[in-house]
């Protein structure tokens, strides 16, 4: 090929946590690797942009029995408690190896511990990239990956992409693939997420993959009007209030933001920090600086100042839904493919409910870990077979249509045509029958189109990919919406507002041209790996 052609053990397709942890853990497992980051690692991503709560809990029974229960209800009850035991003990090992030999800057509370439950992102992210370089992973830039690479029993075995900078093709031959690429927010402004277009849920789908939980994918985080700054957890402190400047009942960041989405259909909302004291004033400031970034550029002081406020669409990132697990290393139904952070779902350890930080971001160092670890075993039992298997390429819509291509820029109208379903709060947040059947009609013709007619080169290919990906997402996340005929977590239905205890399982989805859906029993078992984990460390 015309282009950049390398040979590794191990490709991380991503550049966020998890895909710096699963690059990390896989070199420190002797293994060869290369990552492949849609911007530049350290900087791109919702993490990088801001700050992020940590689920770090010490190993003190109280403390873990309090968090294991935590959130169950909230997230139906589909969580799995070994896996949150073991996201616990390995959070706990990765957030103590940050402060010790990545000299993370803790800081310290009244009693002069180290406080080890949040981090600033861009700190975090700066020292991730230095230990991933440290540790002699090769880093691709500006190098988003545009499909998979299989080999002939279907094992993924690289991927080819496209070097924005450089403005040429390239191909990594690998001998297994971790898939890091965040969740799909569909392009719509909140703060770090426009690198999240669900483009490893299409990668892993079109090797053969299965995906759990899409139906939890309609998370929508609160912004100052105008804005893209998605930081949630100062809005308990809030009142919300209508445009007459009455209170707006019921209005709240948790457990009632449906009210606030309502509302927004008729008028603007007001809101005002005015529930903080002092003192939590002056914490805040201190725990989120960017929070208030915004508000001081605007001249709005939010505690005792009404601002308008709006909801972005942050779907699969906030939301739990992904790249279906199925081994204890995050393998995926796809030999040599792995899957972490919020690329893969996080129902194991969050149900139907989670939020930004806190489980996702635990999720991350701990998926991250596993699966850096499992691919490098993986890549190391082929041996010298990876290097010689002959490779197909597994893409797909917009890149090789299956009938007469069209103009060049097609995909443009699926992105905004895929907008018009998924970011609506009458459609995809007060989700309900009829509309959820007639948007997923609407984009079963949006695939259609961009699968028969849309083939376009070098970044027109990303971005044309990445209009595939999110009209695969909107399909998988509302087919399994409507396969769920009730309310649980996150997946609520306004024509089924009651829990079922007859649907008390996953919903598992797949398939390209034809999307299906399966219901999965919670008794369904996980494997190991076949050799043992390593301790956590």
Not at 111 to 125: H, I, T
Not at 273 to 298: G, V
Request: proline share 5%.
């Amino acid at each position: 090929m015309t282009g950049l052609d390398l040979t590794t053990e191990v490709l991380v397709v991503g550049g966020g946590p998890a895909a710096t942890w699963a690059a990390l853990k896989a070199a420190q497992a002797g293994a060869d690797v290369v990552l492949a980051d849609k911007g530049y690692c350290g900087t791109s991503g919702a993490t990088a942009s801001g700050g992020t709560g940590v689920w770090y809990v010490p190993p003190e029974p109280a403390a873990r029995r309090a968090a294991l229960e935590s959130r169950e209800a909230l997230g139906g009850y589909l969580a799995d408690r070994r896996w949150k035991e073991r996201v616990l003990d390995q959070t706990y090992a990765g957030m103590n190896e940050l402060a010790a030999a990545g000299r993370y800057p803790f800081p310290a509370g009244p009693d002069g511990k180290p406080l080890r439950n949040g981090l600033q992102g861009p700190e975090y992210m700066r020292r991730m990239r230095i230990r991933v370089q440290r540790a002699g992973v090769r880093i691709l830039d500006h190098s988003p990956v545009t499909e998979l690479l299989t080999d002939p029993l279907g094992a993924a075995s690289g991927a080819s992409g496209h070097r924005r900078q450089a403005g040429y093709p390239y191909r990594v031959r690998a001998g297994a693939v971790v898939l890091a690429t965040g969740g799909c927010a569909f392009l719509s402004g909140a703060l770090g997420c426009n690198v999240n277009t669900g483009d490893g849920a299409l990668f892993a789908a079109e090797a053969g993959a299965e995906l759990s939980g899409m139906e939890f994918s309609n998370a929508y985080g609160i912004a100052p009007e105008g804005t893209s700054v998605t930081k949630s957890a100062f809005y308990s402190f809030a009142t919300f209030y209508h445009e007459d400047g009455t209170v707006l009942e019921g209005a709240a960041s948790q457990g009632g933001r449906s009210v606030i989405a309502k509302a927004l259909l008729g008028e603007k909302v007001y809101c005002r920090l005015d529930r903080a004291d002092a003192a939590a004033r002056q914490a805040m400031r201190l725990a989120q600086p960017n929070f208030f970034l915004t508000f001081d550029r605007l001249g709005v002081d939010p505690f005792t100042e009404l601002f308008a406020v709006t909801l972005l669409a942050e779907g699969t990132v906030r939301g739990t839904g992904g790249i279906r697990i199925t081994g204890d290393d995050c393998a995926t139904t796809v030999p040599g493919l792995y899957a972490a952070g919020d690329a893969a779902t996080r129902e194991l350890i969050c149900g139907g409910f989670t939020g930004g930080g806190s489980h996702n971001a635990a999720w991350a160092i701990s998926s991250g870990t596993w699966a850096g670890r499992g691919a490098a075993r993986h890549a190391r039992s082929l041996g010298a077979r990876a290097g010689t298997r002959r490779l197909t390429a597994a893409g797909g819509a917009g890149l090789r249509p299956t009938g007469t291509p069209g103009p060049a820029d097609g995909f443009r109208h699926a992105v905004t045509a895929v907008q018009g379903e998924v970011l609506p709060y009458e459609k995809n947040y007060l989700r309900h029958g009829d509309r959820l059947a007639a948007s997923l009609h609407l984009l079963d013709g949006v695939w259609q189109e961009l699968r028969a007619a849309v083939r376009a080169d070098g970044g027109d290919a990303v971005r044309a990919r990445q209009a595939a990906a999110m009209t695969a997402h909107a399909r998988w996340m509302y087919a399994s919406a409507l396969a769920r005929t009730e309310t649980r977590g996150m997946a609520k239905r306004l024509d089924f507002p009651e829990q079922d205890p007859g649907q008390h399982h996953r919903i598992v989805s797949g398939g390209l041209d034809r999307v299906w859906t399966r219901p999965e029993p919670l008794t369904a078992v996980v494997t190991s790996p076949t050799a043992p984990l390593e301790a956590a460390s």
